[in-house]
């Protein structure tokens, strides 16, 4: 049996577009999985801080006894925060948020548990507490640094999937954009210290 040239050609065309449309198919696949590794390394970043409040906690306690309300806050936003799951291959933006909203809290927490420090200069001095501070303010860089990662990966994933002609593919393939860190509301504005 003999092909037409014309028949050959479609084969050929027809080829020639399965192979571009698993080329496209994976490179998506390639993005969104390096953003949900992202995704991960910030999750991991904030279990770092979260595993290390109950060593600062009981430190600070040893020094600051009737700070009770400061600790009973601390250890509640530090298991709300690690109550919230989230699957990173299923981000919403709903879910995103409530993650910061959640990691925030624990954040507020910390920043008043780290203000007692002040009124004990003695609890300064102590090497513990500031190779826990020395430790949490790394860990506090390594989140911001997660987090400005994780919103570039998801940026290239975004891209990646609206371009023409891959989002066709995309679509057909249920690849959906991704939702990225943002501020929270009034970060914009410098915060007021008072002594």
């Known amino acids: 049996m003999k092909l037409s040239k014309s028949t050959i050609g479609i084969i050929a065309a027809v080829v020639i577009i399965c192979m571009w449309a698993a080329s496209a198919y994976n ?55 690690t109550q919230i799951t989230v699957d990173p291959s299923n981000l919403t933006a709903d879910k995103l948020k409530e993650f910061q ?13 780290l203000a007692v420090q002040e009124n004990y200069p003695e609890l300064k001095a102590n090497e513990n507490f500031r190779d826990l501070q020395s430790q ?5 860089n390594r ?19 609206r371009k023409f002609p ?21 970060a914009e504005n410098a915060p007021k210290v008072k002594f």
């Open 101 to 113: 909203k959640a990691q925030g809290e624990l954040g507020s927490a910390l920043g008043r548990l």
């Open 27 to 81: 490179s998506m696949v390639s993005e969104q999985e390096k953003a949900t590794t992202a995704f991960a390394n910030v999750q991991s970043a904030y279990q770092r801080r979260a595993d290390l409040i109950p060593n600062l906690v009981e430190v600070v306690k040893g020094y600051a006894a009737h700070e009770k309300e400061t600790f009973e806050s601390v250890v509640a936003a530090r298991a709300k925060a």
């Open 166 to 186: 891959k989002n066709i593919l995309a679509g057909i393939f249920g690849f959906n954009t991704m939702d990225k860190f943002e501020a929270e509301a009034g």
């Open 143 to 161: 989140i911001n640094e997660a987090r400005n990662k994780f919103n570039g990966v998801v940026q290239q994933y975004n891209i990646v999937i």
């Open 136 to 140: 949490l303010e790394g860990t506090e």
